[in-house]
């Protein structure tokens, strides 16, 4: 958790001189990146479970849940009028509920019913599906041209 919060919290100001879309990407890498590793897990079953250790924390470096929502929220704000802002707002925690519930209500039966490998797969697809609709979202802050160019390294350092 800890890796997430530091990478969002650079992230989140990151996002300022490169827009948003290009940070909400992040997470959906890290998430996949995280389903992979235990996908191999499960299927490799001699495997120490400490491998697992890696790829939670190469999600957490790349922002995990906490990224995300931070985005999220941000290019909500950004793309929608004052007016819509509390109706946007709305829908996100409702989509977020409504996920949560549905997760937990099936990912019990898909794990009984098909075993683990089935069910990332499943997790997979959906990342999947994030990163496609993600390609179609348009920059909700685009770069101007006379903003300096700042390196990645310059943001972790303070200097922006």
Request: hydrophobic share 50%; proline share 5%; glycine share 8%.
């Amino acid at each position: 958790m800890l890796p997430a919060i530091i990478s969002t919290l650079v992230y989140t100001s990151w996002s300022n001189r490169i827009g948003l879309k290009r940070v909400m990407i992040l997470p959906m890498i890290g998430g996949t990146i995280l389903t992979i590793t235990l996908i191999l897990n499960s299927y490799f079953e001699e495997w120490p479970l400490e491998l697992l250790l890696i790829g939670s924390f190469l999600d957490g470096c790349f922002g995990q849940f906490v990224a995300i929502i931070a985005s999220i929220y941000s290019y909500a704000a950004d793309v929608t009028s004052i007016e819509g802002r509390t109706k946007r707002t709305v829908i996100l925690e409702s989509m977020m509920f409504l996920g949560g519930v549905v997760s937990s209500a099936i990912s019990g039966i898909l794990l009984q019913k098909y075993g683990f490998i089935p069910t990332f797969l499943l997790v997979l697809a959906m990342f999947a599906f994030q990163m496609i609709y993600w390609c179609f979202l348009q920059e909700s802050y685009p770069p101007r041209p006379d903003q300096p160019k700042i390196s990645f390294c310059q943001i972790l350092k303070g200097e922006h």
